[in-house]
Structure formats: C-alpha cells, structure tokens
T-cell receptor, first 113, second 110 residues
C-alpha cells in the first residue's frame, strides 16, 4: 500500500517568506509526527499529533513554527518568516497507534536563501 | 532529559568483518530503544526494536540497562549494509516521540 507521502519534495524560499509543508500519513494511522533533520543536529522531534490534537508541541523551535492536522489525516507544518537556520529536511512519520512502528515519509528539503 | 549518544560518526569495515555500532542513552525511566536505518536515497526505516528481540538482516541489539547501552551488532558485514544508522529512544507513557542519536555512517568495503 501507499506509504507516507510529503510535498513538496524540495522547497527553496527567500528569507522572510512563509512556507507550508504537507504530510499525508498512511490511511488509518492515528498518530503523526514531525521531525527535522539538519546537519550537525541530527533528527529532532518537532510535534506529535494523536488524531487532530497535538499533545506534545515541545519540539517546535519558535513561535514561527506551527502545525495542524485535519480530519485525522493530512497535516501541514507552517514556518512563518523563514530564516536561514530553518534550512533542513523536514520528515513526517505516522503510526497505526501511538506505540506502533513509525513509518517515515521521504521528507521535504527546505532551503532558505 | 533523555539523550541518545552515538559516539562514532563514521565507521568503516571490510566485508565479512564483524561490526558494532555503539549507542548509549540517558533516561531515568524504562525506555524503549530502536535502531533505524537510512540507505542511500531511501527513506528512514525501522531496523529493530528491543522489545521484539528479533534479528533483522543479521543484526541484533541487546539492551543493557546497567551500562545504559543498546549497541547494534552483526557478525559478518555485507556491502549492502552500508547506510546511516540511528539509535532512538522512546520514553514511553502516552507520548511516543523518538529521541534520536546523531547517527553513524557505516561503510562496508569490498
């Protein structure tokens, strides 16, 4: 079956612009996670959704970052007023239930110029 | 706070040689430990988790609570094992977020 998909695969934006990254989880997966993969920092947790609610937003690096999930399915990560340090690969993962295996998407590579 | 340390950024071995990728963790409770692998141009995928106690692709990992370690081992490395390996920790409870180490790039030379 289809795995986790993310769009766009690559995004180049100018500093100060807003960007939206999209994640389509595996159908039926109730848990959804966003991580960021950057040079020198490895993989960092950003936010966790259970259904449409986000019980853990502790990894969001600043108030410029926000995320939502609608219909228990698609999620959007929004970065406002992008900065160069936001350049990274943003990974989405989903799992059937909270404690099940997390399946990762291919990521969105964000470059802020 | 929970932390995962992978002391080796790079590890290079020859085909057929044993390989051990080190992972140490810091967490006061009873964590669940994982190894994830990312092959070239592929997405991150689960290799194994300590609670399943399985051997996947010849790899095993034993959780040592006394040494707070979860090293990944394979007795005879293959060229197709070349990849980036991440150790990860889940603190359990009702939040299943993963805390990752910074990864070890394994290269298996012919």
């Amino acid at each position: 079956g289809a795995g986790v998909s993310q769009s766009p695969s690559n995004k180049v934006t100018e500093k100060g612009k807003d960007v939206e990254l999209r994640c389509d989880p595996i159908s039926g997966h109730t848990a959804l996670y966003w991580y960021r993969q950057s040079l020198g920092q490895g993989l960092e947790f950003l936010i966790y959704f259970q259904g449409n609610s986000a019980p853990d937003k502790s990894g969001l690096p600043s108030d410029r970052f926000s995320a939502e999930r609608t219909g228990g399915s698609v999620s959007t990560l929004t970065i406002q007023r992008t900065q160069q340090e936001d350049s990274a690969v943003y990974l989405c993962a989903s799992s059937r239930t909270g404690d099940d295996e997390q399946y990762f998407g291919p990521g969105t590579r964000l470059t802020v110029t | 706070a929970q932390r995962v340390t992978q002391p080796e950024k790079l590890l290079s071995v020859f085909k057929g040689a044993p390989v051990e990728l080190k992972c140490n963790y810091s967490y006061s409770g009873s964590p669940e430990l994982f190894w994830y692998v990312q092959y070239s141009r592929q997405r991150l995928q689960l290799l194994l988790r300590h609670i399943s106690r399985e051997s996947i692709k010849g790899f095993t990992a034993d959780l040592n609570k006394g040494e707070t370690s979860f090293h990944l081992k394979k007795p005879f490395a293959q060229e197709e094992d070349s990849a980036m390996y991440y150790c990860a920790l889940n603190s359990g409870g009702s939040n299943y977020k993963l805390t990752f180490g910074k990864g070890t790039l394994l290269t298996v030379n012919p």
